[in-house]
């Protein structure tokens, strides 16, 4: 992991001394990475690539404000959480102000030849559960449930108190717990 | 009445157990749920999602190759555009951003201002400051007061799970209006708020 991160750190410094194949061999690194944290928290596979994107344009622009103080990955997690957050906010706004059709499931493109129609079953229910949450609880969720990560970590990423986000947490735990309980009893 | 301080530690080490394969202080943790139902049913439900959750989406085979170029390409375009952002905005949002400012003026205008609005913070008696103190007052747990509110009928009952009102785990996501209450309700809760 430290020889990631120093690769991580070498790659920005010859980026920000000009080369930008440099930036490439970064968003390559990364870019499933980011796909899975946006896929996620937008819940859908387009929403996703478009999100995903906009995480390395800002990138682009921002590395060099990128202090080094933590891991890369870390920073990463907090610009394709707020960037994802900021996406379904913005289609939230535009389908208020009639510029885009209502709420509809987009098609995942996925191409999951290894996986079973079973285990792919469960993961549209619980995308479908996901969406159904309040944003921050979905993300919280998230970014603790199946990234594994802190309390404090999440804290520093969305800028919430740690309290905040084990309320979050746990209602969401409670949700989706409830919701995939009643879908597994119609079944 | 269960010690919603010891839920609140144990909920965190069974998180610690099952999210993060930290096995530590297991005794501590079966010795609680088995008097403690509510607990229990926590650290089930989150077994029961953790293989569920587990999964990692990556970029279709068919997309692998060309997102970076796709990147490059947008940030390519980003670089030649000829108009400014803020001082130059796209026409397809012009309109919106007109009207955003129509109703937010509107918004503001006829916008009700709550008198208060109570968080209730069970976690760690600690005061929250999630929102402006300007416009909120806030309550710590305080088990006397809230049974008085509650035999009232003073809370209304939009909110998030009302049994967790007592035994409830993270209480910092209740919230309260105060539309209905009397002026003597309100000074009294805010009196006890000066001796909380």
């Known amino acids: 992991m430290a020889a990631s991160h120093r690769e991580d750190n070498e790659l920005i410094d010859r980026f920000l001394d000009g080369d930008e194949q440099a930036f490439n061999v970064l968003v390559r690194k990364h870019q499933d990475f980011v796909y899975n944290v946006s896929r996620k928290i937008t819940g859908n596979h387009e929403d996703a690539i478009e999100s995903a994107q906009r995480v390395f344009v800002k990138l682009y622009d921002r590395l060099s404000s990128f202090g080094k103080s933590s891991a890369f990955t870390t920073w990463l997690y907090r610009v394709a959480a707020n960037e994802s957050l900021n996406l379904i906010r913005s289609r939230k706004l535009k389908r208020w102000f009639g510029l885009e059709d209502a709420e509809k499931e987009l098609p995942s493109s996925d191409d999951t030849p290894f996986e079973s129609m079973l285990e792919e079953e469960k993961k549209e229910q619980l995308d479908r559960v996901l969406k159904t949450l309040p944003d921050r609880q979905r993300t919280v969720f998230v970014l603790r449930m199946s990234e594994g990560l802190s309390y404090q970590e999440i804290s520093d990423i969305l800028g919430v108190s740690t309290g905040s986000l084990k309320a979050s947490f746990f209602h969401a735990v409670k949700k989706i717990t409830n919701a995939l309980g009643k879908i597994y009893e119609e079944q | ?196």
Not at chain 2, 53 to 68: I, M, N
Not at chain 2, 110 to 136: K, N
Request: hydrophobic share 40%; net charge negative; aromatic share 14%.
């Open chain 2, 1 to 196: 009445m269960k010690n919603n301080k010891d839920c609140s530690a144990i909920r965190d080490m069974i998180e610690e157990n099952v999210l993060r394969e930290n096995s530590e202080k297991h005794a501590e943790i079966h010795k609680h749920i088995a008097s403690c139902i509510e607990c229990g049913k926590y650290m089930a439900d989150l077994v029961m999602l953790q293989p569920a959750t587990g999964y990692h989406y990556a970029l279709p085979g068919s997309e692998k190759g060309k997102f970076s170029a796709l990147v490059r390409t947008r940030i390519e375009a980003r670089k030649n555009r000829n108009w400014k952002p803020v001082l130059a905005v796209r026409p397809a949002f012009q309109i919106a951003l007109m009207m955003l400012v129509v109703v937010s003026v509107v918004l503001y205008l006829f916008r009700s201002e709550p008198e208060h609005l109570f968080v209730l913070d069970q976690t760690d008696l600690e005061f929250m400051t999630i929102y402006s103190p300007e416009d909120y007052a806030y309550i710590v747990y305080d088990e006397e007061l809230m049974s008085l509110l509650y035999e009232e009928t003073l809370f209304e009952e939009d909110t998030y799970m009302p049994e967790y009102w007592y035994n409830g785990y993270y209480g910092n996501e209740y919230f309260y209006g105060t539309d209905g209450l009397t002026d003597e309700e309100i000074d009294y809760i805010i009196q006890r708020l000066g001796e909380v």
